[in-house]
């Protein structure tokens, strides 16, 4: 099966590049670096031609409200626009468990804009809410650091290894079209500022971690189960502590 990935050099991307190719799949990374952008619509038609599934794991460049509206909403039309043309039977898109409660924020504002348009599409299509990657926890702590403080609201959170998160979506974009959501989360329900403050720690980090309920994530404040996944989530097997191991070895 030709198997396009929008954003196939991006952390998921090309994770799920490798795994499709592993099972024998013709996986086509597509991105700017290779000549495809879904915002100008540059390249789409050709790396379309012959392929069946096109999973859409790009993210904005830019996290600006106006930034990320724009590039959801005008790289989703173009791309479910060059998607019908082609003929793809099935259209699979990432997005964040909990987008549709937080729109206090732009970045998930914009995702919703973008599930919308698929969902609205006609082409058969499954989304994927995926918690928060591993791999993302340094950029929000970062994010919420001033000084040597860092504030977090103190709701539950339920981290997933981004490998766990390829491996789901690449299994879905083999399937049968769902034309709904299915929800991945990891293996340990925590809370989110614990869990930076003992991420922080394993890194010998010295900022310290202050719980805040009024924290923004995103620009959005959270409740207590904004960012975990309802019954029926898949949950995968990497925890924590292991994905350290590993990315400290690597
Ligand atoms: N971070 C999290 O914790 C989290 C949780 C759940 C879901 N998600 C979702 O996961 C998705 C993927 O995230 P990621 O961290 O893997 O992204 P990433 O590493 O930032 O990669 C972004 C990809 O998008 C591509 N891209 C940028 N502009 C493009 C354009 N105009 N046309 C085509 N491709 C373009 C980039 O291509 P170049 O390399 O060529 O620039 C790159 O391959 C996002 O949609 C995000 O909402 C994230």
């Keep these: 099966m030709r198997i396009v990935v929008i954003g196939g050099t991006g952390l998921i991307g090309s994770k799920l590049v490798t795994k499709l190719g592993e099972h024998g799949h013709e996986a086509v990374a597509a991105s700017p670096n290779s000549g495809v952008d879904t915002l100008t619509g540059e390249g789409l038609a050709e790396v379309l031609t012959g392929a069946s599934v096109v999973v859409d794991v790009s993210n904005s460049p830019s996290f600006a409200d106006a930034d990320v509206m724009a590039f959801f909403e005008t790289s989703t039309r173009n791309l479910l626009a060059a998607?019908?043309?082609?003929?793809?039977?099935?259209?699979?898109?990432?997005?964040?468990?909990?987008?549709?409660?937080?729109?206090?924020?732009?970045?998930?504002?914009a995702k919703v804009v973008q599930e919308q348009l698929i969902k609205n599409s006609g082409i058969p299509y499954s989304i994927v809410h995926a918690t928060q990657f591993f791999e993302f926890v340094k950029s929000i702590t970062d994010a919420a650091t001033d000084g040597t403080t860092v504030r977090l609201a103190p709701v539950l959170f339920q981290p997933i290894a981004a490998d766990d998160v390829a491996t789901t979506v690449g299994r879905v974009a083999v399937g049968t079209p769902l034309n709904g959501v299915v929800e991945v989360a990891g293996p340990e329900l925590t809370r989110f500022d614990e869990f930076v403050r003992d991420a922080l720690l394993a890194r010998n980090d010295p900022r310290e971690v202050v719980a805040d309920e009024h924290a923004r994530y995103f620009g959005a404040e959270l409740s207590e189960r904004s960012l975990v996944p309802g019954d029926g989530a898949i949950v995968t097997a990497t925890r924590f502590s292991d994905w350290l191991k590993q990315s400290t070895a690597g």
């Design 83 to 109: 998607e019908a043309v082609a003929g793809i039977t099935h259209h699979v898109a990432l997005s964040v468990v909990g987008t549709e409660r937080l729109p206090e924020s732009g970045y998930f504002r």
